[in-house]
Structure formats: structure tokens, C-alpha cells
């Protein structure tokens, strides 16, 4: 509470909470009801926060496409192979190819999912948007 030395008599100020609207004569915003519900509330389904689905859409997108950059840089590997390669340098090339090839492809598809998951989370608006206003209309 208070230092005993500053009030020796036990006489230490009360505290509140701040309220800015207390001098502007306007009800506070967390007494305030509303009289329908909010948009976001109306849809029974739940969909990932806007910043877990591009993470797990661009990741899977990117895993994926790594994952198949890497098997067609492991062909691409085999087939220009030459005979007289020794372990190392064969092993050096195949690394090289899925890399590349791999990295290539993990980007594509990455940005594939990043541009779908932005016509889904598009679509999902306008369709909230047009049940409330239906529900709005028909009040």
C-alpha cells in the first residue's frame, strides 16, 4: 500500500481505476450494450486467426513444393551424371540440384497458398458482410 514513513497513521491515498471519460458526461464504452450483435459473432463456424492461416497455408505450400523440387532435382541429378564422377562430386551435384530446383519450387507453390488463402479470407468477408445484412433486413 503506502510507505509507513509518508503516512504513519495508516491514512494512504485510496486508488481507482482511471476512467478518460469521466468529465465528458458520455456513458462508458464498456457499459455500453449493443442492440444486435456484431458481424463476427453471427457466423457459427470458426476460422484460424489472420495470422496463423498464412503461416500454415505459405508453410505447407513451401514444404510441399520443396519436397517435390527435391525429387525432380534428384532426377535432374541422375541424368546428367557423368561416368567417370567420383562419390563426392555426384553427391555435391544431387545436393546442388534439389536445392535449387527445390527451393524453386517450395517458392511457387509457398506463393500459390498466399495468393489462395487471400481470395478465401476475400470471399469470407463479403459472405459475412452479405449475412449481415440480410440479418440487418430482415429485422
Known amino acids: 500500500m503506502g510507505d509507513p514513513r509518508l503516512y504513519p497513521s495508516g491514512s494512504a491515498p485510496r486508488r481507482h481505476l482511471y476512467n478518460p ?3 465528458l458526461n458520455i ?3 464498456a457499459r455500453t450494450s449493443m442492440t444486435y ?3 463476427w459473432s453471427s457466423s457459427s463456424r470458426r476460422r484460424p486467426s489472420c495470422s496463423a492461416a498464412p503461416g500454415a497455408r505459405t508453410g505447407i505450400g513451401y ?3 520443396a519436397l517435390v523440387g527435391a525429387a525432380m532435382g534428384l532426377r535432374e541429378a541422375a541424368r546428367v551424371a557423368e561416368p567417370g ?3 563426392k562430386i555426384w553427391a555435391n551435384r544431387v545436393l546442388n540440384s534439389c536445392g535449387a530446383t527445390g527451393r524453386r519450387m517450395g517458392n511457387r507453390l509457398g506463393v500459390i497458398g498466399l495468393l489462395y488463402l487471400e481470395k478465401e479470407q476475400m470471399f ?3 459472405e459475412k ?3 449481415y445484412r440480410v440479418d440487418l433486413f430482415n429485422r
Request: proline share 24%; glycine share 10%.
Open 85 to 87: 564422377d567420383t562419390a
Open 63 to 65: 514444404l510441399s513444393g
Open 129 to 131: 458482410e452479405m449475412e
Open 21 to 23: 471519460y469521466q468529465d
Open 37 to 39: 450483435p456484431p458481424p
Open 27 to 29: 456513458p462508458s464504452p
Open 124 to 126: 469470407g468477408m463479403a
